[in-house]
């Protein structure tokens, strides 16, 4: 079955303290993207990646990471959460070869205390 | 800079009745594409449809059409014959930047009463 999955589905940790939440995509997609969901802001997208080794920032980067060692891996590292990152996180993947739908991930509650 | 604007918080339909939720985008990018997402309360984004910036046809899947106004920079979403089903938030979202950032509106909130 084609999809996306994202580990874990729900976080709650402190303040300070490393994370990654791990995003994997089975379709050999080339396009991979990280985006947060606020109340009343919509989607914003944090990174992207067009392919292997090729990520770019974007609307809302800071106090993130992410590599693209694999194409079908694109993990987002917090190296020190702060409680203005608690949002519900989603990964992303597309190609251009079917019309740019993008696939989403079930998403990732993260709470920040 | 990249922008998509959803004017409506909120809309309600009567089922069976059809429905438009509105969308404007800006952006100075001549290749770019607009994408209409479905988000259910269970919270699982659903794509709906795609319009290419060169598609010269509206896009349409099943009881989903995409009014297309490239002049007026408008990418209104048109639901005909509301169900139950369909009562979800509904994003519109720009591709641009060489198909690669991907700007999301605030969304809509739908409601279809029986």
């Known amino acids: 079955e084609a999809q996306v999955t994202q580990n874990p589905r729900y976080l709650i940790t402190v303040t300070g303290k490393k994370l990654t939440v791990t995003c994997s995509q089975n379709?050999?997609?080339?396009?991979m993207s990280w985006y947060r969901q606020d109340p009343g802001l919509g989607l914003r997208q944090i990174y992207y990646?067009?392919?292997?080794?090729?990520?770019d920032k974007g609307d809302v980067p800071e106090g993130y990471k992410v590599s693209r060692k694999e194409k079908r891996n694109f993990p987002l590292i917090l190296e020190s959460p702060s409680p203005n990152q608690t949002s519900l996180y989603f990964c992303?993947?597309?190609?251009?070869?079917?019309?740019?739908?993008?696939?989403f991930g079930p998403g990732t509650r993260l709470t920040v205390l | 800079a990249q922008k998509i604007t959803q004017t409506q918080p909120g809309m309600f339909v009567q089922e069976k009745e059809a429905v438009t939720l509105d969308c404007t985008y800006d952006?100075?990018?001549?290749?770019?594409?607009l994408f209409w997402y479905k988000q259910p309360s269970s919270g699982e984004m659903i794509f709906l449809i795609y319009?290419?910036?060169?598609?010269?046809q509206n896009a349409t899947e099943g009881r989903y059409s995409l009014n297309f106004q490239k002049a007026r920079k408008s990418a209104n979403l048109v639901i005909s014959a509301s169900q139950l089903v369909d009562s979800a938030m509904y994003f519109c979202?720009?591709?641009?930047?060489?198909?690669?950032?991907?700007?999301f509106g605030i969304g809509t909130k739908l409601q279809v009463i029986p």
């Open positions: 992303a993947s597309r190609t251009r070869r079917e019309g740019n739908e993008q696939f």
């Open positions: 379709m050999n997609h080339e396009y």
């Open positions: 979202a720009l591709l641009s930047g060489g198909y690669q950032k991907v700007t």
């Open positions: 952006t100075s990018d001549q290749s770019y594409g």
């Open positions: 990646s067009m392919n292997v080794e090729v990520t």
């Open positions: 319009q290419g910036s060169y598609d010269e």
